[in-house]
């Protein structure tokens, strides 16, 4: 079965860093678009970043742009999300998700991690 796994989520005081990451169970996610989404209580998931499957292409939220970064390393089908200056608005549980196609729409996305928990203090 295909599965997504997260980890490296916690809790940090704002302006810390976080570097969460995703790890695929099957070798064919080298081939797809990975994204990362955050969903905060009480608010729908948004998209946060996506890179697609060659690492040329990427697209960021304006609300995380110039702070965090994505990369993949598809050798060890990882994709990995550093959170740099992080706000207690940053607040939410992260999911790696896995696309044919780059996208920063959720319903594009086939396959999802269980999530992990990103929590920012003032």
């Known amino acids: 079965q295909v599965q997504l796994v997260e980890s490296g989520g916690g809790s940090v005081q704002a302006g810390g860093s976080l570097r969460p990451s995703c790890a695929a169970s099957?070798?064919?996610?080298?081939?797809?678009?990975m994204g990362w989404f955050r969903q905060a209580p009480g608010k729908e998931r948004e998209f946060v970043a996506a890179?697609?499957?060659?690492?040329?292409?990427?697209n960021y939220a304006d609300s995380v742009k110039g702070r965090f970064f994505i990369s993949r390393d598809n050798a060890k089908i990882t994709v990995t999300l550093q959170m740099n200056s992080l706000k207690p608005e940053d607040t939410a549980v992260y999911y790696c998700?896995?696309?044919?196609?780059?996208?920063?729409?959720?319903?594009?996305?086939?396959?999802w991690g269980q999530g992990t928990q990103v929590t920012v203090s003032s």
């Open positions: 890179k697609g499957w060659n690492a040329l292409s990427t």
């Open positions: 998700a896995a696309a044919r196609m780059l996208s920063r729409v959720s319903t594009e996305y086939e396959y």
């Open positions: 099957e070798r064919t996610f080298s081939s797809y678009a």
